[in-house]
Each structure stands twice: as structure tokens, then as C-alpha cells.
């Protein structure tokens, strides 16, 4: 079994990818009043977990980028090298 960075780099993506969408769907289908922003129903912490979720997918997303990219330079280094 051949496990690479570029693998472990898409398998982050589409796990983001995924968390990124779920929280989506959450925040969207939260019920919304007619005077919903800045009334005292409002509940923020129905928000709290949807959001960090996006922003967890935020990070991760990132983090897959950077490791394509050290891959990306790793490989030209080596045929440089080899070169």
C-alpha cells in the first residue's frame, strides 16, 4: 500500500470538504425569525458549533494546500537534483 503526502493531501480536502458542507447545512436550515437579528429569541450557541466547523474545514483546507505545494517543490528539488 502506497500512502503518499499527495494522497493524505486530497483525503484532508474532501474530509474539509465535507465538514465545510455539513455546518452549511446546519447553519442554513436554522430556523429564522422574522426579526431574527437582534432580538432576545436569538440563540447564538445554535451558530457556535456550525462556525467553527467551517473554520476547522478552513484550516484544514489550508493545510492540505501546503502539503501539495512541499510536495510540489520536494519533487522539483529532486529532479534538479537529478538533473
Given at each position: 500500500?502506497?500512502?503518499?503526502?499527495?494522497?493524505s493531501a486530497v483525503n484532508l480536502l474532501n474530509?474539509?470538504?465535507?465538514?465545510?458542507a455539513d455546518a452549511a447545512q446546519k447553519i442554513a436550515t436554522l430556523p429564522v425569525n422574522k426579526q431574527e437579528v437582534?432580538?432576545?429569541e436569538f440563540n447564538s450557541s445554535d451558530l457556535i458549533k456550525p462556525v467553527l466547523s467551517l473554520n476547522e474545514a478552513e484550516l484544514e483546507t489550508s493545510a492540505a494546500?501546503?502539503?501539495?505545494?512541499?510536495e510540489?517543490?520536494?519533487?522539483?528539488?529532486?529532479?534538479?537534483?537529478n538533473a
Open positions: 500500500m502506497n500512502i503518499s503526502s499527495s494522497t474530509t474539509s470538504q465535507h465538514k465545510a437582534g432580538s432576545a494546500v501546503k502539503i501539495l505545494q512541499t510540489d517543490k520536494t519533487i522539483g528539488a529532486l529532479l534538479d537534483v
